[in-house]
């Protein structure tokens, strides 16, 4: 590996460890947390495959007419990885993108879709992401985690962009939690095996393959350059920062939730 990914990785393993330690994932003890924090996370799913086609559009031929664009093996790189995330295979054997598995399993343990659908529809219209937010009601902290991916995507620093794309990525989520949501959904009797399939499913193709492809990227792309080193550094840690902060705004609403009184019949 090289010794600037290497140092990377030193830099930011505090961040990433408050990250996976982070009491949001000890504090969801039942299906209707599992909504809420779903109903988070849905949007750092979807921003995640933002960041990836930004990436593509950047680093592979993707205009007519076509020309060879930049460095083949990182093309080679970043079409895999776009081939895995945007037309995988879900449980049932149909070819899906691992935002859509993440709808489905939504649907499936009864989380509220409408406002990232409604979210999604106002931007296909031509709202801007801040109109789009506010009109569907998306959190404020999921509005402030794709408006740092939007901000960095507008940007001519590609290597900034990777870096946030490989050190932020959702192999974030670890194994007690997946644990508890296999438990969970044995106990329901299957009731969010969706969920448990996309979260198996995503860690394993990201946290493994893609992983180690993103990592050959980002060092092609910061070139040796000293200062794109420090540059993705920074950008890597703010990544992880926003996440830290979405991961905080779940936890309150799932701690507001389980402060209200159960009311009796």
């Given at each position: ?5 290497s140092?990377?990785q030193?830099?930011i393993?505090?961040?990433?460890q408050s990250?996976?330690d ?5 504090s969801?003890?039942?299906v ?13 799913v979807w921003?995640?495959?933002?960041l990836?086609?930004a990436?593509?559009i950047?680093?592979?031929g993707v205009s ?6 930049g460095?083949p ?10 081939a895995?995330e945007?037309a995988?295979?879900?449980e049932?054997?149909e ?5 859509e598995?993440y709808?489905?399993a939504m649907e499936?343990?009864g989380?509220?879709t ?8 106002r931007l ?5 992401l801040a ?8 959190p404020?902290a ?7 991916t939007?901000?960095l995507?507008?940007q001519p620093?590609?290597h ?10 959702e192999?974030?989520?670890?194994g ?6 296999r438990?969970l ?5 299957g009731s ?5 399939y996309y979260?198996?499913?995503?860690i394993?193709?990201?946290?493994d393959e893609?992983?180690?492809l993103a990592l050959?990227m980002?060092?092609?792309l ?11 550094t ?6 992880l920062e926003m996440?830290?902060l979405?991961?905080?705004a ?6 507001g939730?389980?402060a209200?009184?159960?009311q009796?019949?």
């Amino acid at each position: 590996m090289h010794q600037n990914i290497s140092k990377i990785q030193e830099q930011i393993a505090p961040l990433r460890q408050s990250i996976n330690d982070h009491l949001l994932y000890r504090s969801v003890s039942g299906v209707e947390d599992l909504r809420i924090f779903m109903q988070f996370h849905v949007y750092a799913v979807w921003d995640f495959m933002s960041l990836l086609k930004a990436l593509q559009i950047r680093l592979t031929g993707v205009s007519i007419p076509w020309f060879p664009v930049g460095d083949p093996q990182t093309r080679q790189l970043i079409n895999q990885i776009v081939a895995g995330e945007e037309a995988d295979i879900n449980e049932l054997g149909e070819i899906k993108s691992h935002f859509e598995m993440y709808l489905d399993a939504m649907e499936q343990c009864g989380a509220d879709t409408a406002p990232v659908l409604d979210f999604l529809r106002r931007l296909q219209q031509g709202e801007s992401l801040a109109e789009a937010c506010l009109a569907a009601g998306v959190p404020a902290a999921a509005r402030r985690f794709m408006e740092f991916t939007f901000q960095l995507t507008a940007q001519p620093k590609i290597h900034e962009t990777a870096a946030a794309f490989t050190f932020g990525r959702e192999d974030l989520i670890p194994g007690m939690f997946i644990a508890m949501v296999r438990d969970l959904n044995s106990a329901g009797n299957g009731s969010i095996s969706k969920l448990h399939y996309y979260l198996q499913r995503h860690i394993e193709v990201d946290g493994d393959e893609h992983s180690h492809l993103a990592l050959s990227m980002t060092e092609k792309l910061c070139h040796g350059d000293a200062r794109n080193w420090e540059e993705a550094t920074a950008a890597a840690a703010r990544a992880l920062e926003m996440r830290k902060l979405l991961w905080d705004a779940a936890l309150e609403e799932i701690k507001g939730r389980q402060a209200k009184p159960t009311q009796s019949l």
